[in-house]
T-cell receptor
Framework: GAGVSQTPSNKVTEKGKYVELRCDPISGHTALYWYRQSLGQGPEFLIYFQGTGAADDSGLPNDRFFAVRPEGSVSTLKIQRTERGDSAVYLC????????????FGPGTRLTVL | KNEVEQSPQNLTAQEGEFITINCSYSVGISALHWLQQHPGGGIVSLFMLSSGKKKHGRLIATINIQEKHSSLHITASHPRDSAVYICAAKGSQGNLIFGKGTKLSVKP
């Protein structure tokens, strides 16, 4: 596929559970971004990877949130002890390098915490 | 005050009308994105610009760096243009700072 893909498209979980959300960026894109969009709001930045390393994780709301990109391609966003307030659409985007390239967005994962 | 402000928040237009959506930002940016989001969540990048003006079909985006202001124009609007349009400022690290979006509804 040519675009950014995210799995699952929908995830329903119970409060307190652990979830993992996956992002497959466009092949060759070294920069990868995670954003979160709550209902009726614009997306908010969570974390940015350049290659395998997190270049900026200042948007992660607390230590229940963690993301990895071990081989510089696929990234996984991990949320521990989920809370109802974590319910949102989690968006992933990738770009060819970093600041100076257009970002391409995945379709998002809609997370619902009951 | 949000770092990226859009106006209007909601916009209803008749088919064929010329539409303008405005974006003001207070942060230093390397570029500014205009994005389109349809119901169901998919985000599509319309433009990325750092100066001047870009045009694609019926869409035109302009930016004034000195005034920290950008506009998105849609000429000859059509019901299929109905979507949420989001302005996003790209900071030095590359992450985007988003406006809250403008919900556009074009009536036939």
């Amino acid at each position: 596929g040519a675009g950014v893909s995210q799995t699952p498209s929908n995830k329903v979980t119970e409060k307190g559970k652990y979830v993992e959300l996956r992002c497959d960026p466009i092949s060759g894109h070294t920069a990868l971004y995670w954003y979160r969009q709550s209902l009726g709001q614009g997306p908010e930045f969570l974390i940015y990877f350049q290659g395998t390393g997190a270049a900026d994780d200042s948007g992660l709301p607390n230590d229940r949130f963690f993301a990895v990109r071990p081989e510089g391609s696929v990234s996984t966003l991990k949320i521990q002890r989920t809370e109802r307030g974590d319910s949102a659409v989690y968006l992933c985007a990738s770009s060819l390098t970093d600041s100076y390239n257009e970002q391409f967005f995945g379709p998002g994962t809609r997370l619902t915490v009951l | 005050k949000n770092e990226v402000e859009q106006s209007p928040q909601n916009l209803t237009a008749q088919e064929g009308e010329f539409i303008t959506i405005n974006c003001s930002y207070s942060v230093g940016i390397s570029a500014l994105h205009w994005l389109q989001q349809h119901p169901g969540g998919g985000i599509v990048s319309l433009f990325m610009l750092s100066s001047g003006k870009k045009k694609h079909g019926r869409l035109i985006a302009t930016i004034n760096i000195q005034e920290k202001h950008s506009s998105l124009h849609i000429t000859a609007s059509h019901p299929r243009d109905s979507a949420v349009y989001i302005c996003a400022a790209k900071g030095s690290q590359g992450n985007l700072i988003f406006g809250k979006g403008t919900k556009l509804s074009v009536k036939p």
